[in-house]
């Protein structure tokens, strides 16, 4: 009996491409039913991708520099050692397009990505000016996979009830990238909505990270019925948690895809750093742009829930 076939699918991070990149990798093992997938992510994602069905194994990408060439020689030997019949680089990067390279000399696997030289290029001109669903639906047709599912999350599944909510729930997401504050609509504004959400018998649920902590303070001062699980939630819970809701609130940040491919019904706020039609997650989604979150009011989100 002959072994089964080995493909490696790259996905770095982050938290929303990850999540947007769960369709095509559905796709992927439908194409190769009786393959062996691989997927190479960074730590924060390994555990996610560990429980998703279309999963076999999962490698943790340390991310060598070109300097640190003990650590490049290694996932060299461990790429080629691996004999993967093809590679389906989704992250096209620099980085994962370099990693086509470092294999060479010798015999290379198909690839699907933009590297010079790939089997199965992705070679629109104009693909960054695609949806990161649209273009790897594109990528993915030129190596001869045309059926892309949206993402999909039912497999992502925790026991919450230790957190002791009452239904009906809103999940308000007030963080996002530290380095980009712009992305933030103003923690006044939250603390208002969640106070305006618990007027209408809806327990507004503040999801982060630990150090968005002083949001969630902020929130729970002004809202004294809103529950803060900042720094409380694994990917699991929070999909599980949005299964359970009634809707939810954020900004243009990570947890607000996954919350959309679980299916809640979500309103999403961009401001001029991040353009929707680029990176918007897929689902049951209403998008707000204002060119800068400092001027969009209360009036005008509440107007658009979900």
Not at 46 to 52: I, M, Q
Not at 161 to 170: C, E, I, M, N
Not at 227 to 241: N, S
Request: proline content about 9%; glycine content about 6%.
């Amino acid at each position: 009996m002959s072994e089964r076939p080995r493909i490696l699918v790259i996905k770095l991070g982050a938290l929303g491409d990850v999540v947007l990149a769960l369709g095509p990798l559905a796709a992927i093992r439908r194409h190769h039913a009786d393959a062996h997938i691989t997927a190479l992510t960074t730590a924060p994602y390994a555990d996610l991708l560990s429980r998703s069905p279309d999963v076999d194994e999962v490698w943790i990408d340390a991310r060598p520099r070109l300097w640190q060439w003990r650590s490049a020689l290694a996932l060299r030997q461990r790429l080629r050692a691996a004999a993967f019949s093809r590679i389906y680089d989704l992250q096209t990067s620099d980085r994962s397009s370099f990693y086509f390279h470092l294999m060479r000399p010798g015999p290379l696997p198909e690839w699907s990505g933009i590297a010079r030289g790939s089997s199965h290029p992705h070679v629109n001109p104009w693909r960054d000016a695609l949806h990161t669903v649209e273009r790897q639906a594109e990528q993915l047709r030129a190596a001869g996979i045309t059926a892309i599912p949206p993402p999909d999350v039912s497999w992502l599944i925790a026991d919450v009830s230790r957190f002791g909510l009452t239904s009906p729930l809103a999940l308000l997401v007030p963080g996002g990238a530290a380095t980009r504050p712009r992305k933030r609509w103003p923690v006044e504004r939250f603390a208002s909505l969640a106070s305006l959400l618990a007027g209408r018998g809806i327990q507004p649920v503040v999801l982060g990270t630990a150090p968005e902590r002083p949001l969630a303070d902020a929130i729970r001062a002004a809202c004294s019925a809103a529950c803060d699980l900042v720094g409380a939630t694994a990917f699991a819970e929070i999909a599980t948690l949005a299964r359970q809701a009634r809707l939810a609130v954020g900004n243009d940040t990570g947890p607000m895809h996954l919350i959309a491919a679980a299916g809640c019904p979500s309103l999403v706020l961009f401001s001029s750093d991040s353009d929707p039609g680029l990176c918007a997650p897929r689902g049951r989604v209403a998008v707000l742009r204002q060119p800068d979150l400092a001027d969009l009011p209360l009036d005008r989100v509440a107007a658009a829930l979900p």
